[in-house]
Nanobody
C-alpha cells in the first residue's frame, strides 16, 4: 500500500511562491505508478484537480486556474513529486493533496479521478 506525505504548505502573501512536495514511503514513486496528481480542497468546496504528471514521460497537465503559474515535476533523488506554485492568488488557499493509483494510467485536470492512495494534505494560505 502506498503511503504519501505532503509537505511545504504555509502562509504566503499574494504574488508569493510555495513549493509543495509529495514524498513516497517505501517505494520509488515515479517508477511504481503511472500518474501522480495534485488536488486541492477549500473549505465548503469540492475537491478539484490542480495538476497531474505521467511518470513515464513527465507529461504534465494543469487546470486552467493554475496554468502558467504552477509547475509539477519529479525529483527522483528525493523520491518526490513537487508542485511549484508561483504568483499565488487569494483564490488558491486550500488543503493540497497528492494522490496516485496502481491502475489509472491517464491524467485528468477536469475531474477528480478515483485514485486509491492519498496523502493527508498540506495547508496553503494566501494572505497579506
Amino acid at each position: 500500500q502506498a503511503q504519501l506525505v505532503e509537505s511545504g504548505g504555509g502562509l504566503v502573501q499574494p504574488g508569493g511562491s510555495l513549493r509543495l512536495s509529495c514524498a513516497a514511503s517505501g517505494f520509488a514513486i515515479t517508477k511504481k505508478y503511472y500518474t501522480i496528481g495534485w488536488f486541492r480542497q477549500a473549505p465548503g468546496k469540492e475537491r478539484d484537480a490542480v495538476s497531474c504528471i505521467v511518470t513515464s514521460d513527465d507529461s504534465a497537465y494543469y487546470a486552467d486556474s493554475v496554468n502558467g503559474r504552477f509547475t509539477i515535476g519529479t525529483d527522483n533523488d528525493k523520491n518526490t513529486v513537487y508542485l511549484q506554485m508561483n504568483s499565488l492568488k487569494p483564490e488558491d488557499p486550500a488543503v493540497y493533496y497528492c494522490a496516485t493509483d496502481p491502475v489509472i494510467r491517464y491524467c485528468s485536470v477536469t475531474d477528480v479521478l478515483p485514485y486509491e492512495y492519498w496523502g493527508q494534505g498540506t495547508q496553503v494560505t494566501v494572505s497579506s
